[in-house]
């Protein structure tokens, strides 16, 4: 670690790094729950517009990215509210927009080299400049403060929206913050796993923390230290060993994944064994022994 320390390059990539494994795995637990695992994808790929605008006009790509994605993800929630589209057909338009864009952005900007686009399509930890390291700050914080002000009313309406609008609350307005949060989120992460990956460390560690816990907030939680362990552990083998960091990092929260599936499942059948048999005898009155149904509801 003490080598790992000596490089500025390295000690801005490992700032990076804490800032997306604390930040992915927040916004992620709400997509999930939302039902929009995908999400990261389609933004991701939006944001890869920006990034080519950002090279076109000699500009700073991260902030252009962050402009561009703001807005795709303000068109998908307008397009799925005002039109017949579904979420899905949104996600595909910003799938195909943000590619198509992106490419025909590189094809015009000027000495754009493969290396230059590359590096934010599967990261690339070691051109994390100063600048850039305050600006993704600035913008995890930005993120925090959103979930801090608005998770009770996020958490209710990615339960449920119809409840959430039975309560009164704006569910238009918090849907879009939510877009607009994760495209943040993405544009935090795309520089250390690079756009093409983003969604992974947006999905993988709630995927993970989900085999092992039911509580929202638990979670959440545990997604963090999962999303934690995966980029500065992935960021330390890729140092040492040489290898690309962000698909370092990504394969690494896959392992934890698959770890955790094996050990959630033990645990259930070890809770089933010790679960006293509740089944009614042969012939009795099965009135009003209706299966809870809301066993599978996620509790905050």
Known sequence: MTELLQYEFMRRALIAAVLVGLVTPVIGTFLVQRRLALLGDGIGHVALTGVALGLLTSTSPVLTAAVVATLGAILMELVRVRTRASGEVALALLFYGGIAGGVLLINLTPGASNATLTSYLF?????????????????????????????RELFVLCQDEEVARAHGLPVRFLSVLLAVTAALTVVIAMRVVGVLMVSALLIVPVAAAQQLTRSFRVTMGL????????????????????????ATIVILALAVFCVAVAVGGLLNRRSRKGAPDTREPAGADAAGTMPQTDRGRVKQ
Do not use: K, M, N, R
């Open 223 to 246: 997604a963090v230290l999962i999303g934690l362990f995966s980029s500065l552990g992935g960021l330390t083998t890729a140092f040492y060993a040489d290898l690309a960091p962000g």
């Open 123 to 151: 990261g690339s930890v070691s051109t994390v400049e100063e600048q850039d390291l305050w600006f993704v700050g600035a913008l995890a914080v930005g993120v925090v403060a959103v979930v801090a002000l608005f998770g």
